[in-house]
């Protein structure tokens, strides 16, 4: 029912930056929390960090102070801010979305690449 889009990765040296943003397409859900993850070779898919309706912002402890996450709830769209890469943050980028219905549905993006190399 709902589509959410990924874009805004791509390969950037040490230190640089990417935007990140995801718009959910298809039918409009009010979403309780939106948010990254990011799934590296080898590694299990980790939240990078997430934002609820009437909260503030979570986020991994591995980004914290480089990454900035930011929704536009008008638009069903979620941002992900990072500056300061490094090559350890390269990974597939998912954004996923979970609704304030009952029970809750979650929604998972195809992913985005981000390559950190110089």
């Known amino acids: 029912q709902v589509q959410l889009v990924e874009s805004g990765g791509g390969l950037v040296q040490p230190g640089g930056s990417l935007r990140l943003s995801c718009t959910a397409s298809?039918?409009?859900?009010?979403?309780?929390?939106m948010g990254w993850y990011r799934q590296a070779p080898g590694k299990e898919r980790e939240l990078v960090a997430s934002?609820?309706?009437?909260?503030?912002?979570y986020y991994a402890d591995s980004v914290k102070g480089r990454f900035t996450i930011s929704r536009d709830s008008a638009k069903n769209t979620v941002f992900l801010q990072m500056n300061n890469l490094r090559p350890e943050d390269t990974a597939v980028y998912y954004c996923?979305?979970?609704?304030?219905?009952?029970?809750?549905?979650?929604?998972w993006g195809q992913g985005t690449q981000v390559t950190v190399s110089s």
């Open positions: 996923n979305a979970i609704t304030t219905t009952i029970p809750t549905r979650t929604y």
């Open positions: 298809g039918r409009s859900f009010s979403f309780r929390t």
């Open positions: 934002i609820a309706r009437g909260a503030g912002p």
